[in-house]
C-alpha cells in the first residue's frame, strides 16, 4: 500500500467511524438492547459511506494466469559454437596480432607457424606423387600387356604392389598435409615453406590468446579459444518441486550482471534426472543478438509458468488481514428506520499466483462465484471498516 492510500484509508476510516458512531444524545436502555448484531464477518454501510469509500463490485471470473518462476543460472554455448585451436604437428609462433576480444571470421588467419617437420612433410609427398606417377603409368602399361599375354604374372604382381604401395603412401601425406593446412592439390616444388598458416575455425570473437612470438608450442597445447556468441544458450537451475511448473516453449525474461535491461529466452529442453541435490536443470536458447551477454555469465530468470485457467478477481481485491487472505463479497441489501444499507462479507481465501492485475483466489465450496460480486474497488477500505467496528459501537 502506497504512502498516498495508506492516508486515504485512514482519512475515509476515520470518517466511516464518524458516520457509524452515535449521534446527538443518549438511547435508552431498551433502545440499545433492540439494537440489531452484526455478524463478525459482515461490514454493513449506508449509502454515503459506499460512495465515499469508493465501492465497486464485479464477477469473480475464470482467467489464464501464468505466474512467474525466479531461478538462476549461467549462459552457455553450444560445442559448434566453441572453438579451441591446436597445431597438430607444434612448431615455433612466427607473428600472430591478435587479442583477447578481436572479432574473427572462418578461414581468417590467426598465427604463422615455423617447422623442420612441415618441410619435410612436403618434400615427402612431392617424392611420393612423383614415384606413384611413374608407378601408376607403369601399372596401366603392364596391365595392357597381361592382358595380352606378353608379360608375365609374377611381373604384374610387383609392379601391382609398388602401385599399391605408393597410392598409400600418398594418401597419408596428404592427409598431413591438410592437416597443418595444406592443400596437397595446390603445393609444387616451388612452393615448399617452412611456415604454415593456423587459421580460425569459425567466426566469433577471441575468448582467450595463449601464445607469444617465438614461442613453441606441442600438438596438444591450445593456442586460441574462439566464441560465436550468436547462439547462446542457458543453463537453469530448478527445485524438484517446480519440475511440474516448466514446459518446453516456456518463454524467460533473464537479467546478467546488475543491468536493468532484460533479455528473452525459450525453453528447448527440460532436464530428464534430479541431481543429488534435488534440482534439476532446464535449457533455453536466447533469442536475438545481446551485445552484453557472454558464456559464463550468472544470470537471474524469470520463467512464465504454465498456464491455466482459475478463478480470479483484480488483484486490488484481495486483502490481508492477520495473516490470512480475504475478499469482501456483497450479502444483501436492507433498510433500517427508512435508510438503505448494504451488507459485505468477508471471505477467506487461498492466494495463488499473480499475472497482468489479476490474482488467483481459491474459493469455499459453498461460495458460487459464478453468481457472487466481489468487491474489486475499495476493499482496503472495507478491511479499514472492519477493524474498527469494534470501536463504532455507541457507550
Known amino acids: 500500500m502506497t504512502k498516498n492510500r495508506f492516508i486515504a484509508t485512514v482519512i475515509i476510516s476515520v470518517f466511516l467511524i464518524s458516520l457509524v458512531s452515535c449521534s446527538g444524545g443518549t438511547k435508552s436502555v431498551a433502545e440499545t438492547k433492540e439494537e440489531e448484531v452484526i455478524p463478525e464477518d459482515i461490514v454493513e454501510l449506508r449509502d454515503d459511506q459506499i460512495k465515499l469509500a469508493n465501492i465497486e463490485t464485479g464477477a469473480i471470473e475464470e482467467h489464464s494466469l501464468s505466474g512467474t518462476l525466479k531461478v538462476s543460472g549461467t549462459v552457455g554455448v553450444a560445442p559448434q559454437n566453441l572453438a579451441t585451436v591446436s597445431m597438430p604437428l607444434g612448431g615455433f609462433v612466427k607473428s600472430t596480432s591478435l587479442m583477447p576480444g578481436n572479432a574473427v571470421r572462418k578461414g581468417q588467419i590467426l598465427a604463422i607457424l615455423e617447422n623442420q617437420e612441415f618441410v619435410d612433410i612436403q618434400q615427402n609427398y612431392l617424392d611420393a606423387k612423383n614415384k606413384f606417377d611413374y608407378a601408376e603409368a607403369e601399372y596401366n602399361r603392364q596391365s595392357e600387356l597381361y592382358k595380352s599375354e606378353v608379360?608375365?604374372?609374377?611381373?604384374?604382381?610387383?609392379?601391382?604392389?609398388?602401385?599399391?604401395?605408393?597410392?598409400?603412401?600418398?594418401?597419408?601425406?596428404?592427409?598431413?598435409?591438410?592437416?597443418?593446412?595444406?592443400?596437397?592439390?595446390?603445393?609444387?616444388?616451388?612452393?615448399?615453406?617452412?611456415?604454415?598458416?593456423?587459421?580460425?575455425?569459425?567466426?566469433?570473437?577471441?575468448?582467450?590468446?595463449?601464445?607469444?612470438?617465438?614461442?613453441?608450442?606441442?600438438?596438444?597445447?591450445?593456442?586460441?579459444?574462439?566464441?560465436?556468441?550468436?547462439?547462446?544458450?542457458?543453463?537453469?537451475?530448478?527445485?524438484?518441486?517446480?519440475?511440474?511448473?516448466?514446459?518446453?516453449?516456456?518463454?524467460?525474461?533473464?537479467?546478467?550482471?546488475?543491468?536493468?535491461?532484460?533479455?528473452?529466452?525459450?525453453?528447448?529442453?527440460?532436464?530428464?534426472?534430479?541431481?543429488?541435490?534435488?534440482?534439476?536443470?532446464?535449457?533455453?536458447?536466447?533469442?536475438?543478438?545481446?551485445?552484453?551477454?557472454?558464456?559464463?555469465?550468472?544470470?537471474?530468470?524469470?520463467?512464465?509458468?504454465?498456464?491455466?485457467?482459475?478463478?480470479?478477481?483484480?488483484?486490488?481485491?484481495v486483502v490481508s488481514f492477520e495473516d490470512k487472505d480475504y475478499i469482501f463479497v456483497f450479502d444483501k441489501d436492507k433498510e433500517e428506520n427508512g435508510k438503505p444499507f448494504t451488507e459485505y462479507r468477508m471471505i477467506q481465501v487461498r492466494k495463488g499466483v499473480t499475472d497482468e492485475g489479476f490474482t488467483e483466489v481459491g474459493l469455499p465450496e459453498e461460495l458460487d462465484y459464478k453468481t457472487a460480486k466481489a468487491v474489486i474497488k475499495g476493499a482496503y477500505n472495507l478491511l479499514s471498516a472492519k477493524k474498527n467496528s469494534g470501536e463504532m459501537s455507541c457507550e
Not at 556468441?229 to 527445485?239: A, I, N, V, Y
Open 151 to 317: 608379360s608375365s604374372q609374377k611381373n604384374m604382381q610387383q609392379v601391382t604392389s609398388e602401385y599399391k604401395s605408393l597410392k598409400t603412401q600418398v594418401k597419408a601425406l596428404e592427409q598431413k598435409l591438410s592437416l597443418i593446412g595444406i592443400n596437397p592439390a595446390k603445393l609444387q616444388a616451388d612452393d615448399i615453406n617452412s611456415s604454415v598458416a593456423l587459421v580460425a575455425p569459425i567466426s566469433g570473437y577471441i575468448k582467450a590468446v595463449n601464445v607469444n612470438i617465438g614461442k613453441f608450442v606441442s600438438p596438444s597445447d591450445v593456442l586460441f579459444e574462439i566464441v560465436n556468441s550468436d547462439k547462446l544458450f542457458l543453463e537453469l537451475t530448478l527445485f524438484e518441486k517446480d519440475v511440474d511448473k516448466i514446459s518446453t516453449g516456456q518463454k524467460i525474461r533473464f537479467f546478467v550482471n546488475t543491468e536493468t535491461e532484460h533479455y528473452k529466452a525459450i525453453v528447448y529442453q527440460t532436464g530428464k534426472s534430479i541431481n543429488a541435490d534435488k534440482t534439476y536443470k532446464v535449457y533455453a536458447s536466447v533469442q536475438g543478438v545481446c551485445k552484453n551477454v557472454l558464456p559464463g555469465m550468472y544470470v537471474n530468470a524469470f520463467i512464465e509458468a504454465t498456464s491455466n485457467k482459475v478463478t480470479a478477481v483484480p488483484s486490488d481485491a
